[in-house]
């Protein structure tokens, strides 16, 4: 699978090494852009575009996986529309409650996906061959 279809595709399966270290990219990808953003001139602006666009391969990894476990991919829309309606809370409006609420709830969505995405073996909905056998075929 290539790093463009890994990251910007949503169709197809990744094992669990797969999504911990996609996940771990994109992550360390964020943080060297937020701390380049420190020293740009729209720091701010960068910052949210940046939030809001390394949603779409977070999307795209989270789909993967829950479809190699059995699930429906849909379910990864949860790790982006949360996290896309807090960035644009935080923003664009003065509600600290709201990003009170939306922050605990992005807590729970990473607590979830970390440990059903990437500790929970889900041996009995996937098998590596059935994720070999669909990484073949795409």
Do not use: C
Not at 22 to 41: T, Y
Not at 104 to 125: C, N
Request: hydrophobic share 60%; aromatic share 12%; net charge neutral.
């Amino acid at each position: 699978m290539t790093v463009a279809r890994l990251f910007f595709d949503d169709e197809g399966v990744i094992a669990r090494r797969a999504w911990w270290a996609s996940s771990l990219v994109l992550l360390a990808s964020f943080m060297l852009i937020g701390w380049m953003a420190g020293f740009a001139r729209h720091g701010d602006s960068l910052m949210v575009f940046t939030s809001i666009a390394i949603l779409i391969p977070f999307h795209a990894v989270n789909a993967k996986r829950f479809r190699a476990i059995g699930r429906s991919p849909l379910l990864a829309l949860w790790g982006g529309v949360v996290p896309a309606l807090s960035i644009l809370t935080d923003a664009f409006l003065d509600w600290p409650m709201a990003d009170i609420l939306l922050g605990w709830t992005i807590m729970g969505i990473m607590v979830w996906y970390v440990i059903d995405l990437g500790v929970y073996p889900h041996d009995d909905h996937a098998s590596q061959a059935r994720i070999d056998a669909a990484a073949k075929h795409a």
